[in-house]
């Protein structure tokens, strides 16, 4: 991509996020719109030779384009009549499944933990051409007080138990009523069910798997649909 093409903001953005690390853009197709989504180009620059599962809650999850996030990232363009709905994604990292909401129709709100991360999600914004789309700092365990949404969304975003309470409190707190979340994991996320057997007390859940080739493997995604349970 040409740089020189981003915006002004954007572009100094991208300057200065390019002055600590070696950056490239990923290439989403979701529908008839191309996702541009920026990234670091060599992920070991930032892991320094760790193993990057040896501790997940050290892991930095969102420099990488997983495929849970690029099949929400499909799901969010299929939902239908995006004309005035808002859509919150949460621990959105690269922010695909957003990006493709807000290509889609919806208003969206991207929302993560640091600046730098938002910074990331900023520039592949203006490079995809999209404009319908804000951007929020959301500690999850202090969450503030923002709008309720018809959608809530996030990709691998269960990989610390000590969140799961927390996390559902969002859900409480920001979901409309008759609202809908999304959530995409990998089927091996051993945390997924038990994340799902707290999230029952309070939501209705149904679950449909996608399966993803990728060099000659088989990826199971499991996408989740929660609702306010009534009465």
Do not use: C
């Amino acid at each position: 991509m040409d740089i020189r093409t981003l915006p002004e903001q954007e572009r100094e953005l991208y300057n200065k996020i390019k002055a600590r690390y070696k950056l490239t853009f990923d290439r989403l197709k979701v529908g008839d719109k191309t996702l541009r989504l920026l990234k670091i180009a060599d992920i070991e620059e930032i892991l320094d030779g760790k193993d990057p599962f040896a501790n997940v809650s050290e892991f930095p999850f969102w420099v990488k384009l997983w495929e849970a996030a690029m099949v929400l990232a499909y799901v969010m363009s299929s939902l239908p009549e995006p004309k005035g709905k808002t859509v919150l994604e949460l621990g959105a990292g690269l922010g695909a499944p957003g990006l493709a909401a807000a290509a889609a129709g919806f208003d969206v709100t991207i929302s993560d933990y640091e600046e730098i991360i938002m910074d990331f999600q900023r520039v592949s914004a203006a490079a995809s051409g999209i404009h319908n789309v804000t951007f929020t700092h959301l500690d999850w365990l202090n969450p503030p007080e923002i709008a309720h949404f018809d959608i809530l969304a996030g990709a691998e975003i269960l990989f610390r138990e000590e969140f799961f309470q927390p996390l559902l409190n969002v859900f409480k707190k920001y979901l409309k009523p008759d609202g809908f979340i999304y959530l995409a994991h990998d089927a091996s996320r051993r945390s997924l069910p038990l994340f799902l057997e707290q999230a029952q007390k309070d939501f209705n859940i149904t679950l449909s798997k996608q399966i993803i080739k990728k060099s000659n493997k088989s990826i199971t995604i499991i996408v989740n649909r929660l609702s306010h349970k009534k009465g």
